[in-house]
């Protein structure tokens, strides 16, 4: 197993102002590679998640799952990239798919009430 790189920087293109200040973020990193395997694990405010690659023979598929805090944001991403040749011609499918915080609440709200927005409570007329 070999740990390739381990380090903690800040971010310069990506700047979060909060009131009048300005700060800079900061994230941790992580990578390992381990012969045709690579993982790499990322913790920040708007950069939380997982990656990672393996390749067999020509094939090479990828995946990582992602969060931003910043943004109340979740995404999943995978590849696969088939070599045809020699000559660097290579066959990649992408798959994508993210849902932002309302998403989540709104399907939450769905899954435990069966309807998309609430709905009054009508109280029977006492007598």
Same mark, same amino acid.
């Given at each position: 197993?070999? #740990?390739?790189?381990?380090?903690?920087?800040?971010?310069?293109?990506?700047?979060?102002?909060?009131?009048?200040?300005?700060? =800079?973020?900061?994230?941790l990193?992580?990578?390992?590679?381990?012969?045709?395997?690579? #993982?790499?694990?990322? =913790?920040? =405010? %708007? %950069?939380?998640?997982?990656?990672?690659s &393996?390749?067999?023979?020509?094939?090479?598929?990828?995946?990582?799952?992602?969060?931003? &805090?910043?943004?109340?944001?979740?995404?999943?991403?995978?590849?696969?990239?088939?070599?045809?040749?020699?000559?660097?011609?290579?066959?990649?499918?992408?798959?994508?798919?993210?849902?932002?915080?309302?998403?989540?609440?709104?399907?939450?709200?769905?899954?435990?009430?069966?309807?998309?927005?609430?709905?009054?409570?009508?109280?029977?007329?006492?007598?």
């Open positions: 197993m070999q #740990l390739s790189k381990f380090y903690i920087n800040k971010r310069r293109n990506n700047k979060r102002i909060v009131g009048k200040k300005t700060e =800079l973020l900061y994230y990193r992580v990578a390992i590679n381990i012969t045709s395997f690579t #993982l790499d694990i990322s =913790l920040g =405010l %708007d %950069d939380i998640g997982i990656s990672g &393996i390749k067999n023979g020509d094939t090479t598929n990828a995946f990582g799952i992602s969060a931003d &805090i910043s943004q109340f944001k979740v995404g999943f991403e995978g590849s696969s990239t088939v070599k045809w040749d020699e000559e660097s011609t290579d066959v990649t499918s992408y798959t994508n798919a993210s849902i932002t915080g309302w998403g989540i609440a709104t399907v939450y709200i769905f899954a435990t009430t069966g309807q998309w927005v609430s709905s009054p409570q009508h109280q029977p007329a006492f007598r």
